[in-house]
C-alpha cells in the first residue's frame, strides 16, 4: 500500500552529538520529500527538502540525504542544540498528488 | 503577512454531535489541504481543496467533508462524532497545492469527543 515508514519513533542524542532520523516510502515514483518539524504545542513547519534529482542537501546543521535505488532518505542534525528537541515528520509524493507522511520522531537533546 | 489561522483552537463534543471546523489560508493560497493529527499516527490526510473544488481525498468515512469559499477559506465538518475522533486537526495552505510544495500549516483546532 501506500506508505512511509519513519524510524525511530523517539531518540534522545546528548547535546553536540549528531541525530539521524530514516524514512522509507512504498512508490519509485517518488519525486519530493519534504522535513517538517513540530515543536510542543505548534505548528508544524517545513525545515528541508529534496527532489529526485539530487542525492544530498544541506542547511546549515541539518542535510538530508536520499537514496531512490533503496527508497529511502535521512534527516541529519549536527552539533545539536536544546532547540532541536521535537518531533520531526518526513513526508513523500508517492504519486497520488497529495503528502504522505511518516509517523514521527519525538527528538529529545540531552544538555 | 498573515500566517493560516484556525479557528476554534480548542473544541469539547458529545458523542453523536457535529462540528464545524474553520481554516483561513495564507493571502494568495488557493490550496486547503486538512489533516488529522493523533499520537502515534503522524499526520493523516483527509482532503484538499483547491479554487472551491475537492481535488484529492484520503480514506476516512463520509463523515469527514469539507468545503472551500470563494475567498479561499474552507470549512471541515465532522458528523456524529465517535470517542475515537479525538484529535489536532490541522489545516494547510499553499499557492496551487499538490504533493511537490511547501505547504503551510496552521496552530490546529484541538477536539476533544466525550
Known amino acids: 500500500g501506500e506508505n512511509v515508514e519513519q524510524h525511530p519513533s523517539t531518540l534522545s542524542v546528548q547535546e553536540g552529538d549528531s541525530a539521524v532520523i530514516k524514512c522509507t516510502y512504498s512508490?519509485?515514483?517518488?519525486?519530493?520529500f519534504p522535513w517538517y518539524k513540530q515543536e510542543l504545542g505548534k505548528r508544524p513547519q517545513l525545515i528541508i527538502d529534496i527532489r529526485s534529482n539530487v542525492g544530498e542537501k544541506k542547511d546549515q546543521r541539518i542535510a538530508v540525504t536520499l537514496n531512490k535505488t533503496a527508497k529511502h532518505f535521512s534527516l541529519h542534525i549536527t552539533e545539536t542544540q536544546p532547540e532541536d528537541s521535537a518531533v520531526y515528520f518526513c513526508a513523500a509524493d508517492l504519486g497520488n498528488e497529495k503528502l504522505t507522511f511518516g509517523t514521527g520522531t519525538r527528538l529529545t537533546i540531552i544538555p | 503577512k498573515a500566517g493560516v489561522t484556525q479557528t476554534p483552537r480548542y473544541l469539547i463534543k458529545t458523542r453523536g454531535q457535529q462540528v464545524t471546523l474553520s481554516c483561513s489560508p495564507i493571502s494568495g493560497h488557493r490550496s486547503v489541504s486538512w489533516y488529522q493529527q493523533t499520537p502515534g499516527q503522524g499526520l493523516q490526510f483527509l482532503f484538499e481543496y483547491f479554487s472551491e473544488t475537492q481535488r484529492n481525498k484520503g480514506n476516512f468515512p463520509g463523515r469527514f467533508s469539507g468545503r472551500q469559499f470563494s475567498n479561499s477559506r474552507s470549512e471541515m465538518n465532522v458528523s456524529t462524532l465517535e470517542l475515537g475522533d479525538s484529535a489536532l486537526y490541522l489545516c494547510?495552505?499553499?499557492?496551487?497545492?499538490?504533493?511537490?510544495?511547501?505547504?503551510?500549516f496552521g496552530q490546529g483546532t484541538r477536539l476533544t469527543v466525550v
Open positions: 494547510a495552505s499553499s499557492p496551487v497545492g499538490g504533493a511537490n510544495t511547501e505547504a503551510f
Open positions: 512508490d519509485s515514483a517518488s519525486n519530493y
